[in-house]
Nanobody, 124 residues
């Protein structure tokens, strides 16, 4: 399984970004794709995840008001993270990961495969 996150960049406070995760190589139809982030000096933090079978989603509580996870209608292995109302505290490297499991979790240890991250910097 391979994953590649893209779409990061420099954005002003209050701005928006949409990240894209391109995943491939699955040999099962049952998995979750999650977004995580890691700020300098901190451990990885879950953001949201989506189930491959039915598109159901799970958000970390303090993320759901400003972040939206979704997938491409034609290709369920392309997953997006729409981020709005960004603040400097959202500055981090954002990763997407895949977990070969039927349930949804936002815990990094549940995920088997990780892509290279994309840097998001929120600054004026």
């Amino acid at each position: 399984v391979q994953l590649q996150a893209s779409g990061g960049g420099l954005v002003q406070p209050g701005g928006s970004l949409r990240l894209t995760c391109a995943a491939s190589g699955f040999t099962t139809d049952c998995y979750a794709i999650g977004w995580f982030r890691q700020a300098p000096g901190k451990g990885p933090e879950g953001v949201a995840c989506i189930n491959s079978l039915d598109g159901s989603t799970l958000y970390v509580d303090n993320m759901k008001d400003r972040f939206t996870i979704s997938r491409d209608d034609a290709d369920k292995n392309t997953v997006y993270l729409q981020m709005t109302g960004l603040t400097p505290e959202d500055t981090a490297v954002y990763y997407c990961a895949a977990g070969l499991m039927p349930a949804l979790y936002n815990y990094p240890e549940r995920y088997n495969y990780w892509g290279q991250g994309t840097q998001v910097t929120v600054s004026s």
